[in-house]
């Protein structure tokens, strides 16, 4: 086992050592990973050359899976166990998936997140999206032979706190260290913008399998502000397959009666459809219900009976527009993003609208995930001078309900993030000495038309009359957009507090269960792990405090200085134990003991930029 | 310079209503460059604690500079004048009156060029509501006419954002399903 390089204080092991980061891009149908090599982002292919991984997970009888091309193979005769699309799923109940009747698995309510059952009892979509993501994290791993150090990954930029979430357990239970979760229009911009080093004001429309984003963004000088995104979380390439799948089998009066017709019919009706973005008219063959089903599609058709469905994605495009206070020849240019805006009539209604045509001279499919990886990159400290800074905004408004089942709004949607609100509440009952808060996210004014995020408890308010406390709540929403919501009774000092996730996500202790369960290797023993990850952490947390300690160690008083330079001695010496808790310890330590020179950092940068001094113009 | 001091210390800007938006905007950016979290992803939970503090601190006092009517609103509560919206409801009668003519219109409004007609004119008004809070607190220093100014421009965004759903509900409609 390699020992931990000990260097003298102020000197750092391998100041240059590269980390490993990489850029995923986690799809409804199909997931990709990149990473930035010799300067250059670009997707990893696996050992038979492809880049994409479909989407998909079969559990197989027994124990084992399948993963991508070899589950997508066995979707049509096995689909129950054969979990598609299950990006659809993440933080929603059953009774959120539209067109669930239509789909093949065997659906299992639960008041937070829906299950799947399968042959290997029931899965969480958590626990399918981390199958797809352990294995991109493994393709990484081998292609670079060594550990990675953390990834930045996509999702669609109208998902909300629930979907987020779920994102992030999931690539937590894969073992991931999430650098930052970032916006899928966001990241195609910076993989465009980078690209032709444009300027100005760009609309990103990204059609995906089972998503739909629009995002109007302001490109200056390395800075992506997003003005304004909008979208549909549950419209995309999958309902033009669905939509054409239905109307195959009316025209041929067939009706699919078990869930092997109905991934038969889906297959067929999308091989027709992609035929058509090069032609203007596709075969379609398939076996439905036990009878042949022969015949023709025309394009013309078949944009007919989708034609519903790019009218959505248009109104979510004029309305993002209005709410970025822009008129559409402000745009200076749009990015099609998604393998759905192949087809041919998605082109046109988009270069109708803007009056130009969209650009398409970035690969859709890959686009995210190099956008991601360069983000993860700079992320990761490899680009030191990298000027490349994000500036999201939260998709969806966050508010809590009141009296009356009505939405209070605190933070309103397309406000850039991170970003803290309060609003002061108050009893309505004489000697009210608690107080349930509900925190609710999305735009209409009824309670029962938003989504239910978390609901928790502020206790041990001291009796006082009706009106007269007065109850901060906080919410917080950090760079990944997550929320964290607090309440604080302002004379009592009472307070609660409540990460946004229990009522959605997985608990932190059944996420270390499953991880245990399902990605222990047969030949990696679990406390070897531990030890290993523990080191690496540890490495991480000294390289850090070293690399400020060079930067700005003048800031530091003497006595100060070695205090930290004794807590860094005591992380390297516990690094040498193969004791993990120890070891963690010293890093905890070590970080405790570098919070007030971390603010004092903090200051000395914000005065610099005061003073005109920015460190990226020096 | 500390988490404590006004936005308009923060951003290094002369406390007054007029401003040059592009600077804020430039300025924005320049202190984000500094306290994003993002720029301290490598370095630990204290240093991205920090830098959370103050990105929220920037994108706080940004929000409320960009804006005019928000910053005009911050302006009096920094002179002592505090705007009171929800306690102070007392309006002029002829501001009611066109308030009253303007929810007739939005009413009986059926098509996006009736609502771009009423939007022209909320426009306008707010445009002229937002000289007279300059004239009130950068030449005459009289807050109190500017917080009362601030208050009946409210209503006026309100408004305003009442046409927008408008506009969302009919562009909804006039599209077809």
Known sequence: MALLQISEPGQTPNPHQRRIAVGIDLGTTHSLVASVRHGVAECLPDAQGRVILPSIVRYLEGGGRQIGFEAQAASAHDPENTIASVKRFMGRSVNDVIGREKLPYRFVDHPGMLGLRTVQGEKSPVEVSADILATLRYRAEDTFNDDLYGAVITVPAYFDDAQRQATKDAAKLAGLNVLRLINEPTAAAIAYGLDNASEGVYAIYDLGGGTFDISILRLTKGVFEVLATGGDSALGGDDYDRALADWIMAQAGVRAKTPQDKAIAIIAARACKEELSATHCAACHACIGGENVKFEVVSQQFEKLTAELTQRTMRAVRKTLRDANLDKNDVKGVVMVGGSTRMPQIQRAVADFFGRMPLTNLNPDEVVALGAAIQANQLAGNNAGGDLLLLDVIPLSLGIETMGGLVERIVPRNETIPTAKAQDFTTYKDGQTALALHVVQGERDLVADCRSLARFELRGIPPMAAGAARIRVTFTVDADGLLSASAREQLSGVEARIDVKPSYGLGDEQIANMLQDSFTKADVDMKARALVEARVDAERMALATQSALDADGDLLADLDRAGIDRLMVAVHVASLLEDPARIEAATQALAKGTEAFAAMRMNRGIQKALAGKNIATV | ?177
Not at chain 2, 50 to 59: G, L
């Open chain 2, 1 to 177: 310079m500390n988490l404590q001091s006004n936005d308009f210390e923060l951003f290094g800007l002369t406390p007054q209503f007029a401003q040059d938006r592009a600077a804020i905007d430039a300025r924005w950016k320049d202190l984000q460059r500094e306290a994003h979290p993002d720029k301290f992803a490598a370095q630990g939970a204290a240093a991205q604690r920090v830098a959370m503090q103050w990105s929220v601190r920037i994108n706080e006092a940004y929000q409320r500079l960009k804006d005019p009517l928000k910053r005009a609103a911050y302006l009096c509560e920094l002179h002592g004048a505090a705007v009171n919206a929800e306690n102070n409801t007392a309006m002029p009668p002829e501001f009611l009156m066109q308030q009253m003519d303007w929810r007739e219109a939005l009413d009986d409004a059926r098509s996006l060029a009736d609502l771009d007609d009423l939007g022209l004119q909320v426009k306008m008004a707010m445009r002229d509501g937002l000289s007279k809070c300059e004239q009130f607190m950068d030449h005459q220093l009289d807050y109190l006419q500017a917080a009362q100014q601030v208050r009946a421009l409210m209503f006026v965004e309100r408004f305003e954002r009442d046409v927008q759903a408008r506009l969302d509900q009919i562009d909804t409609m006039e599209r077809g399903q």
